[in-house]
Every structure is written in C-alpha cells, then in structure tokens.
T-cell receptor, first 112, second 112 residues
Framework: DAKTTQPPSMDCAEGRAANLPCNHS???????VYWYRQIHSQGPQYIIH???NNETNEMASLIITEDRKSSTLILPHATLRDTAVYYC?????????????FGDGTTLTVKP | NAGVMQNPRHLVRRRGQEARLRCSPM?????VYWYRQLPEEGLKFMVY????????ESGMPKERFSAEFPKEGPSILRIQQVVRGDSAAYFC??????????FGSGTQLSVL
C-alpha cells in the first residue's frame, strides 16, 4: 500500500468548512483513497472513499486531484463533535482491507 | 443490526496473568481484524482472520499472543503472561468482504 502524509494537526472554527489534506504521491492506479476518523477513546469510523472521481456522502466530500497524488477531505460545516483524529489510507480495494497502515493522522480541533 | 461488539470494555490484569479479549463481528461479516493502539500512537495491525482461518498474522508478536475466530462464537485475542508493555487499547474491526471496516469500541487493557 502507498504511504500517505498528513499534517499532524489543524484547527477549524465551528460552522466553517474543514479541509484536511493528504499526500499520496506513490499511489498506484488500482489503489483507492479511504478516510476514517477516531474520536477520543472510540473505535475508528469510516467516512468516505474514492478512486479518482470526487465523492460526496452525508458526512463529507472527498476531492482527489487529477494526477491522484493528493486528496482533500472536506467537512462542509464542522461542529464540535467533529473534533477527532482523521486518517487517510490508500490501498487496493478488495484485498486485505484491514492491514492498511493508519499512520498518525491529522488531529482536527473544532473551536467554538 | 448491532455493530461490532467488543468485551470487556476495560480489563485489568496483573503481570503474568492471561488476558482474553472478545470480538463479535457485525451480522453477516466473516472477516475480522485486530489492532493495537498504544497511548498517543496510531493503530497497528495485528492479525486478520476469517471463520476458522488465520489469513495474516504478520503483525502479531511472535510469543504470548494468539487469535482465533471459531465457526461459532466471537473472535478471541489471547495474551498470555501479560507484561506492562501490553497495556493498550485493542480494537477489532469486521467487514463483509474486504471493503470498508466497521470498528468496535475497543478493549482497554491495563497491566499492573
């Protein structure tokens, strides 16, 4: 699986959009980008994933650059409950889903 | 549909005792993964199991740790002769077929 690079921490004002970047310059053509988050002391939660097209669901949007070397997770209206560690993972779909390396992620702090 | 269930939520053991952590996957899920998370660190893959089979145990310590996922009942992560360094949060995740992961709330193991 390709390695990812994320900033260690970010702040965001409540009600504003939170944009979390992820670099994955060594991504392969058949690797997907997955995002999870972990709220303190809880198990990680799946957010969204995509291959090359932008994706949106009820939680977030995922923007993947055309060369697929980086992506951005967007939380459109951050709330205090979105404070968590966000993990960006790349892996080939349908192959050993859980062996992905979660890394250190980005700690997002949403402030009132 | 109940989520991934882990028990106990907290487990305290003295050095040298055995720890047994249980994980019941979501209904219909036949793939289970175990992770360990040390304080202030990311999740580290330990083992991947399907019913009655260990698929990948490359993240498991060579000694004292074992895992099983029997035909009936929960998956068990067993740690023999625990040491203080085993103190961590242990998470399991399940998936129906190697796609997105659904995590349990974890077991916090404390070794005195």
């Amino acid at each position: 699986d390709a390695k990812t690079t994320q900033p260690p921490s970010m702040d965001c004002a409540e009600g504003r959009a939170a944009n979390l970047p992820c670099n994955h310059s060594t991504i392969s053509g058949n690797e997907y980008v997955y995002w999870y988050r972990q709220i303190h002391s809880q198990g990680p939660q799946y957010i969204i994933h995509g291959l090359k097209n932008n994706e949106t669901n009820e939680m977030a949007s995922l923007i993947i650059t055309e060369d697929r070397k980086s992506s951005t997770l967007i939380l459109p209206h951050a709330t205090l409950r979105d404070t968590a560690v966000y993990y960006c993972i790349v892996r080939v779909a349908n192959t050993n889903a859980g062996k992905s390396t979660f890394g250190d992620g980005t700690t997002l702090t949403v402030k009132p | 549909n109940a989520g991934v269930m882990q028990n106990p939520r907290h487990l305290v053991r003295r050095r040298g005792q055995e720890a047994r952590l249980r994980c019941s996957p979501m209904k219909g899920h036949s793939h289970v993964y175990w992770y360990r998370q040390l304080p202030e660190e990311g999740l580290k893959f330990m083992v991947y199991l399907q019913k009655e089979n260990i698929i990948d145990e490359s993240g498991m310590p060579k000694e004292r740790f074992s895992a099983e996922f029997p035909k009936e009942g929960p998956s068990i992560l067993r740690i023999q002769q625990v040491v203080r360094g085993d103190s961590a949060a242990y998470f399991c995740a399940s998936t129906p077929g190697d796609e997105k992961l659904f995590f349990g709330s974890g077991t916090q193991l404390s070794v005195l």
